[in-house]
Nanobody, 128 residues
Framework: QVQLVESGGGSVEAGGSLRLSCAASGYNYNYRTSCMGWFRQIPGKEREEVATISTGVGSTYYADSVKGRFTISEDNAKKTVYLEMNSLKPEDTAMYYC???????????????????WGQGTQVTVSS
């Protein structure tokens, strides 16, 4: 099992930027063979994919709603995944969760149920 700790959430005005971080620890698997990513959720709705990255490979997937505005990246040495969020909109307001599926590459349009490990979440609020 892996422990995931998110940081970097907060409140910004529309058009602003935030950078989320997710640090992974507590496992002996080769970090280079995992799918890690970000999901978000608002009350009453399902948790939805934002972006994922195959660690060590660098291939990425994005939800259509964030393409061109968000960028997911990784630092293998630090076992950390980042989500750079630019041109934020009020509809980006949500709790953002880091997720991991070890020993797996990422794929298009994953579901939250496909991921085994989750962070505690970090709130992002965008005001108009």
């Amino acid at each position: 099992q892996v422990q995931l700790v998110e940081s970097g959430g907060g409140s910004v005005e529309a058009g602003g930027s935030l950078r989320l971080s997710c640090a992974a620890s507590g496992y002996n698997y080769n970090y280079r063979t995992s799918c890690m990513g970000w999901f978000r959720q608002i009350p009453g709705k399902e948790r939805e994919e934002v972006a994922t990255i195959s660690t060590g490979v660098g291939s990425t997937y994005y939800a259509d709603s964030v393409k061109g505005r968000f960028t997911i990246s990784e630092d293998n040495a630090k076992k950390t995944v980042y989500l750079e969020m630019n041109s934020l909109k009020p509809e980006d307001t949500a709790m953002y969760y880091c997720a991991a599926r070890l020993l797996s590459r990422c794929w298009a349009s994953p579901k939250a149920a496909d991921f085994n490990d989750w962070g505690q979440g970090t709130q992002v609020t965008v005001s108009s």
